[in-house]
């Protein structure tokens, strides 16, 4: 048992704080949440040339192998800045399901690319009708002569205007009609058929609808064998919680930090906010839920290859535990920062408005205390 | 990084799990089991006690020379954790635990030779005389006064919340021996024979209808110089030292799990008529074991920065604090999940030697004295309010 980072694990996070801290400030994310990208090329580069693109991906293709915990301790760095490029779509999500699913043609087609920075994925699954419910996908992929054609809609797509490659669940339908099982189909972000409307998304980065009326696919557009994908999805979906619980904690530590420095300066009745008591015990009390948070974040972490009723039980308890400290943290900060923390001229906002966007993706509080309660009957 | 457990610490693990399946009596477990309080009462907690001492595992915070076991933080944490599991009895930690650190930080060679040996066997019983009727929170004003006559003192005063001040044969206490400029200076730290003439002890009955504490009162009692730890008014530096003791053995999560199993089995149960059915329980049940989860790997984290010498900073209130509220928790959602169940009242005690058949099952007995008793948590210790300071001021410098 040994909770202490390792030298590597040190190196990571002292060159991914330094490089936040260098690259990310005020004017850049204003710049960025203006911009029709949403995030800057450049400095996607640089995370190219910094090994972080290929940090999870198997060496054999190109990549350094990393796990779990060297991704949180990268996201919990871009927390601390609102990073908003598309880490999370493109390895996170996209690169993971593509290692999980692919052949090794698929993957080696892939996983390289998305190492050295030139392709960049984004993963569609959610739609109107299904909530947060993983299983229920109404998007059909039907058997042709050719290969498959795909039809249906998805929401919530993070990233995907800016994805060279599409990765989209549908459920599989042969001759006989639907067969039960989800298949994961490597979508061109060009292809014929595919429609993508893009919209700002609440906290930093994009995120778009797709339409997806009648498209057709080669045969190894089909991820893997065509075994059902919904146990590689909810894998995915899982470690994407850990690494979004992560990102949570830097958010809520700048928050923290913020909110501290802001209470000692700011003078009220003749002495500073942090001399009342009131205060004092607020800012303890966020303090405690950001500890909370790094406990959870780091548990998810750790337990994100344990096998599948344990992983999901530990994401599913850090998701609802992490978005409700995020969601107290994030609304004291603007309580203490008063009228101006309800402003866009300080950045309280923008943090916080980053830790609603993670409270909601993939399902809140109440969605997963619901599902660690389903899944501990199941065990 | 590695949440498990390396090949020698799974061995210690089976090695405490060989002992407790061997000394744990069915007795105790089920006294344990049926015990409102805190801690077991004394013919429970010290059989438990002796059965350690004869295995050297009496006291495992105590360094080799004093007969602690050597134990790496890791093994503490397993076997705390295996004997929350098993359900051993909660031994009083006011000997081994509380006054036993202090006798061996800042205590003669004689106090050393004479008291160490006695709270390993079990021979004594300890209580603690810090907290008076006017200082609460506010320790350091506490009034019990020692006065100086040739090579004894004369003590009179009160002393409040005194946990098996009925049971113990000795008592630590802060008394006031002068007046400094500050109300901390002028303490000392005195250990007293609780059959000493002019000592009476009052029972205090808690709402959850147990006697574990009490007042005791000090008349003309004389105790000799020789029983006072340390240097004369220098009392307030070795309290503190203890109370961080009190606030961070940091091992709680354990017990915490134990508890709110014990309430899942019930919500599981149809003597509850299946509590767990209801969504709002069962999603309850899992935010409170969740809550278990984060402190579990705070501690870990803790454990984790001691094992490497890392200093893990102002924790320990973090850990008391977020312990007792979830502890408030477990107890609050056991009320709920028994339903009607809570509606009776059983003032017998102990639970587990009742002379008739109660009005609800067995299991059910301790659900609502926990509950109530259970307010007493965010009080003792420093109360929930006392810690948020310690945390904003040591944690975020205001």
Redesign the interface.
């Known amino acids: 048992m040994d909770l202490t980072l390792s030298d590597e694990q040190k190196l990571l996070r002292e060159s991914a704080e330094r490089f936040v801290a260098g690259s990310y400030n005020a004017d850049h994310r204003r710049k960025m949440a203006n911009d029709p990208l949403g995030f800057s090329p450049a400095v996607w580069k640089q995370f190219a040339e910094l090994g972080w693109l290929a940090l999870p991906i198997p060496e054999e293709f190109d990549g350094l192998g990393g796990g779990p915990v060297e991704i949180a301790i990268l996201m919990e760095a871009f927390g601390r800045g609102l990073v908003s490029e598309p880490y999370l779509a493109t390895v996170v999500l996209g690169a993971a399901l593509i290692d999980r699913c692919g052949s090794t043609a698929q993957k080696q087609a892939s996983l390289p690319k998305v190492a050295d920075g030139t392709l960049k994925l984004a993963f569609a699954h959610s739609e109107r009708t299904a909530r947060f419910d993983l299983a229920r996908v109404t998007t059909s992929a039907t058997k042709t002569a050719q290969g498959w054609r795909l039809a249906g809609g998805k929401i919530a797509v993070l990233d995907g205007h800016a994805a060279d490659e599409i990765i989209v669940s549908a459920t599989l339908h042969d001759h006989h009609g639907p067969s039960g099982r989800i298949g994961l189909f490597v979508v061109p972000a060009t292809v014929q058929g595919l429609a993508i409307s893009d919209y700002a998304r609440l906290g930093g980065g994009r995120a778009c609808n797709l339409e997806l009326s009648d498209v057709h696919l080669p045969d190894d557009a089909l991820l893997g064998d065509g075994h059902d994908a919904l146990p590689a999805i909810e894998w995915a979906v899982d470690r994407a919680m850990a690494a979004l619980g992560a990102e949570a904690v830097g958010i809520m530590q700048t928050l923290l930090e913020t909110t501290l420095d802001y209470t000692k300066i700011r003078k009220q009745f003749g002495r500073p906010l942090s001399a009342n008591q009131v205060i004092r015990h607020r800012l303890a009390d966020m303090a405690m839920q950001v500890d909370e948070a790094r406990s959870m974040a780091l548990r998810a972490a750790l337990k994100a290859d344990s096998p599948p009723t344990e992983r999901a039980r530990t994401a599913s308890g850090a998701k609802a535990k992490i978005g409700k400290c995020a969601r107290f943290v994030g609304e004291q900060s603007i309580q203490l920062h008063g009228g101006m923390g309800v402003t866009e001229e300080l950045e309280v906002g923008a943090y916080f408005k980053r830790l609603v966007a993670f409270d909601t993706l993939f399902g809140g509080s109440a969605h997963h205390y619901a599902r660690h309660a389903e899944l501990g009957r199941k065990a | ?6 090949a020698e ?1 799974r061995a210690f693990q089976s090695e405490v799990r060989g002992f407790i399946a061997k000394n744990l009596t069915e007795e105790m477990k089920r006294a344990t089991a049926l015990t409102p309080s805190v801690f077991s009462d004394p013919d429970i907690g010290m059989a438990w006690q002796r059965a350690l001492h004869a295995n050297g595992w009496g006291a495992p915070g105590w360094p080799v020379e004093h007969g602690g076991p050597a134990w790496t933080p ?1 093994q503490r ?1 397993i076997f705390e954790t295996e004997c929350a599991r098993a359900g051993v009895p909660n031994v009083n930690v006011m000997g081994v635990k509380m006054v036993g650190p202090v006798i061996i930080g800042f205590g003669s060679p004689e106090q050393k030779n004479f008291y160490l040996p006695r709270i390993l066997s079990g021979e004594d019983y300890w209580c603690q005389g810090y907290s008076e009727p006017g200082s609460g929170s506010d320790l350091s004003s506490l009034k019990t006064r020692a006065v100086r006559d040739g090579d004894d003192y004369i003590i009179n005063g009160t002393k409040i919340w005194t946990t098996h001040a009925h049971h113990a044969n000795r008592m630590f206490a802060l008394v006031r021996t002068s007046d400094g400029e500050r109300q901390q200076d002028g303490i000392s730290f005195i250990l007293i024979d609780m059959k000493t003439p002019g000592i009476t002890t009052r029972p205090i009955l808690t709402i959850g209808g147990d006697h574990e504490v009490n007042q005791v009162f000090f008349d003309d009692v004389r105790v000799p110089v020789a029983n006072r730890v340390g240097d004369e008014g220098k009392g307030w530096t070795y309290g503190k030292y203890l109370l961080e003791f009190e606030r961070g053995s940091g091992i709680a999560s354990a017990k915490l799990r134990e508890g709110l199993k014990a309430i899942s089995d019930l919500a599981e149960s149809d003597l509850t008529g299946r509590a ?1 059915d209801s ?1 709002d329980i ?2 309850r ?3 409170v ?3 278990i ?3 579990e ?2 501690e ?2 803790v ?3 001691l ?2 010498g ?1 200093n893990p900073g102002a ?1 320990s209130s ?1 850990l008391k ?2 312990n007792s509220e979830i502890r408030q928790a477990v107890t609050r959602l056991g009320v709920d999940v028994i339903g009607h169940d809570a509606l009776a009242v059983e003032p017998m005690r102990p639970l587990y030697k009742l002379n008739h058949e109660p009005a609800s099952p067995e299991e059910m007995l301790t659900v609502v004295p926990e509950y109530l008793n259970g307010r007493a948590y965010t009080i003792f210790g420093g109360t929930s ?1 006392i ?3 310690i ?2 001021k040591m ?2 410098g ?1």
């Open positions: 990084m590695d949440l498990n457990f390396n610490e890791a944490w767990i969504p069962a999603s049940i899992s935010e074991e969740v809550d989860d984060a402190l790997m705070t870990l984290r454990l984790s920065a094992q490497t890392q924790v973090i604090l977020r309010e810690q948020r300071d945390i904003a944690m975020l205001i």
